[in-house]
């Protein structure tokens, strides 16, 4: 992609004010169309009136062009600033997945319950490691099997 990653927040604020200039510009150009096709010329100056009638003409054409661009490149910023908010929360978003189910395992055995019978188990710590493993594991798969990983 050609596109720099990080756009400098002065850039943005110079297309932002470019947008407001452009847009300034051109409404003086249709408010002064009115005094441009008012003006009676003589038939040798017709070619020189016809000359500004054009110059004019393609002065509103290319602020309009201005005023679109900088819109353009004003929304591909939000765009852009918007995808990179979704990557930040899907990773974060991952993240929790994979440590909620754990906490809530570290959670259960961390109460002290008097009566919990895997506590008096020679398998019981074994058997608790292996199942958040197991579940991590099953959380990664699920995660490589919607392509979020």
Known sequence: MFLKKNIPDDMIEDIYYLKKRAGLYKKLLLLSNEVVNSIKADTEERPLHQDV????????LLYDQVQEDANN??????????RKTNDVMKLLTVFSVFFMPLTFIV????????FMPELESPL???????????????IFFWFKRKKWL
Do not use: C, E, Q, W
């Open 107 to 114: 959670g259960i055995y961390g109460m002290n319950f008097k």
């Open 53 to 60: 009638r054009d110059l004019h003409t393609k002065l509103v």
């Open 73 to 82: 490149l004003l929304n591909i910023y939000l765009s852009l600033s918007a």
């Open 124 to 138: 019981g710590y074994p058997l608790t490691i292996i199942a958040m493993f197991v579940v991590s594991v099953l």
